[in-house]
């Protein structure tokens, strides 16, 4: 199985034609007050404009306000959303779009529970950091503590970066990765290098765990 590739935080169009070209499958841009990749929605229909067709743009939310929402859904057109923060499945709905739930794996979390709470999300993203964090942060997780049979594509985030990034693909088998800082010289400026490496150390991975 092929593991899809999510690039998160991006907020330079050079970025984003980069990651287009080196063949990821998402780009998430950031509109959560509280992270340090926060776009407006002016910036973000720069970066908009430079997605290769196949790409999907995801918007990132942490309890925003609705008419935010509204705005980023109706100007941006993302092809998903994604909830960082306490939104009730009914909030995240609403909007019919496909969207991912974070799962914030730190510290002691019902992950299952939960991810039940949101049976009509298309998916979700285990990430490593704490509950009320936006993400982004770099914090891996036991990856030991993934309960198995989550019935739905999920995203491993939390820490990766080219030097991980194949033991946990071969050790979690995710159905895909979301990177941010681990391609990173500086919050939101990627590495062209890294970004790279990284996506080089995935296929590495899917050929090892296809053989």
């Not at 970066?47 to 939310?61: D, E, I, N």
Request: net charge neutral; with cysteine; aromatic share 6%.
């Amino acid at each position: 199985m092929r593991t899809r590739i999510k690039f998160c935080g991006l907020t330079r169009p050079g970025d984003v034609r980069l990651a287009c070209e080196l063949g990821v499958d998402a780009v998430g841009l950031v509109f959560a007050e509280a992270s340090p990749r926060r776009l407006t929605l002016e910036q973000a229909m720069a970066l908009r404009v430079a997605v290769s067709p196949f790409v999907s743009v995801v918007a990132l939310f942490m309890d925003n306000p609705p008419a935010e929402i509204e705005r980023v859904v109706r100007t941006l057109k993302p092809q998903v959303l994604q909830f960082h923060g306490d939104e009730h499945e009914v909030e995240c709905r609403r909007w019919g779009l496909p969207f991912f739930k974070v799962v914030p794996m730190a510290g002691e979390v019902d992950a299952r529970g939960l991810a039940a709470r949101y049976p009509s999300a298309a998916g979700l993203v285990l990430d490593g950091h704490a509950a009320g964090q936006p993400g982004g942060g770099g914090r891996s997780f036991d990856w030991s503590r993934i309960p198995g049979e989550l019935a739905r594509p999920w995203l491993l985030a939390g820490g990766l970066d080219a030097g991980n990034v194949g033991r946990a693909i071969r050790v979690a088998r995710p159905w895909g990765v979301d990177v941010s800082s681990g391609i990173e010289s500086a919050p939101g400026v990627k590495d062209g290098e890294k970004m790279r490496r990284f996506v080089e150390e995935v296929r590495r991975a899917d050929d090892t765990t296809a053989g």
